[in-house]
């Protein structure tokens, strides 16, 4: 069974930083793509940032330079750094793997960041 528990967000005051974790049992972050989303009241749920299985990231324009996707394969867990961060970006973060063709979701972490 796939799980995926995200931690590290909460209230910091714009230009700040957080980094978020995703603990994951059940897959291997190494060989799976991993993704960070989130979704802000009233708005749909979007992506924020990739790692791909052979490393390679993506990112949505908005956190370019700002958010830097990571994974320690020996903990199984995926991380979202974000730095500068901005009053926008408060919403809920969630982490997302596809497991053949089954989303996997976390249950979320919110990030509230204050002007």
């Known amino acids: 069974q796939v799980q995926l528990v995200e931690s590290g967000g909460g209230l910091v005051q714009a230009g700040g930083s957080l980094r978020l974790s995703c603990a994951a049992s059940?897959?291997?972050?190494?060989?799976?793509?991993m993704d960070w989303y989130r979704q802000a009241p009233g708005k749909q749920r979007e992506l924020v940032a990739r790692?791909?299985?052979?490393?390679?990231?993506n990112y949505a324009d908005s956190t370019m330079g700002r958010f830097t996707i990571s994974r320690n394969n020996a903990k199984n867990t995926v991380y979202l750094e974000m730095n500068s961060l901005k009053p926008e970006d408060t919403a809920v973060y969630y982490c997302?793997?596809?497991?053949?063709?089954?989303?996997?979701w976390g249950k979320g972490t919110l990030v509230t960041v204050s002007s």
């Open positions: 997302h793997t596809l497991v053949a063709v089954l989303n996997c």
């Open positions: 059940g897959i291997n972050v190494s060989i799976n793509a």
């Open positions: 790692i791909t299985s052979g490393g390679s990231t």
